[in-house]
């Protein structure tokens, strides 16, 4: 199984800072046959589902800020929020879909400074 | 609006059974691979199963494979999870998760319930 690591476990910033979350997987989740990175990043405030904020490594989903982006390829991957706003608070998670266990990473928590 | 609504959790013995089901609406749920996910309390997300449009092919996590089955009714739009041999460490908020395209299994998961919470204790 493709095991998923991220970095740091938590983190503080002060509002209207940059976070940067890093995620690294065991194997490549780089599909060659279409050049897709098989990666995604979500969301998760306390006592709410998971939210989709990026797939395919760097496609912002619809309605999420720009101030997310993800940018990365093969193991090692990053979320990146350019300017931190109270609302984000929460726990980060990226996620390989590359082969059918579907790895979760162990989340990084982001709080305010 | 597109909606997934989970039921069935509760408290179970070891060794009981458990069946989830999850109903979703405002989307065509046949063409989309659907999968189950859980948190344990305080903890992190771990995948658990999945299956395809069609309910054709299925997938389990090592941890649950030989227990948990996937499976789906498209005429009634509803995803199940049936849990045989629970174990403590079954314990967790059960999600189902709806994948971003259609006919994919390999995808993110674009869409979430809000989870129904299954506890084994004896």
């Known amino acids: 199984d493709i095991v998923m690591t991220q970095s740091p476990d938590s983190l503080a910033v002060s509002l209207g800072e940059r976070a940067t979350i890093n995620c690294k997987s065991s194997?490549?989740?780089?599909?060659?046959?279409?050049?897709?990175?098989?990666l995604a990043w979500y969301q998760q405030k306390p006592g709410q589902p998971p939210k989709l904020l990026i797939y395919w490594a760097s496609t912002r989903e619809s309605g999420v800020p720009d101030r997310f982006s993800g940018s990365g390829s093969g193991t090692d991957f990053t979320l990146t929020i350019s300017s931190l706003q109270a609302e984000d608070v929460a726990v980060y998670y990226c996620q390989q879909y590359y082969s059918t266990s579907f790895t979760f990473g162990p989340g990084t928590k982001v709080d305010i400074k | 609006e597109v909606q997934l609504v989970e039921s069935g959790g509760g408290l179970v013995q070891p060794g009981g059974s458990l069946r989830l089901s999850c109903a979703a609406s405002?989307?065509?749920?046949?063409?989309?691979?659907m999968s189950w996910v859980r948190q344990a309390p305080g903890k992190g997300l771990e995948w658990v199963s999945a299956?395809?449009?069609?309910?054709?092919?299925?997938y389990y996590a090592d941890s649950v494979k030989g227990r948990f089955t996937i499976s789906r009714d498209n005429s009634k739009n509803t995803l199940y999870l049936q849990m045989n041999s629970l174990r403590a460490e079954d314990t967790a908020v059960y999600y189902c998760?709806?994948?971003?395209?259609?006919?994919?299994?390999?995808?993110?998961?674009?869409?979430w319930g809000q989870g129904t919470m299954v506890t084994v204790s004896s």
């Open positions: 194997q490549s989740v780089l599909y060659s046959s279409n050049n897709k990175n098989y």
């Open positions: 998760a709806k994948v971003i395209r259609q006919q994919l299994v390999r995808n993110a998961f674009d869409i």
């Open positions: 405002g989307f065509t749920f046949s063409s989309y691979a």
């Open positions: 299956i395809s449009g069609s309910g054709g092919s299925t």
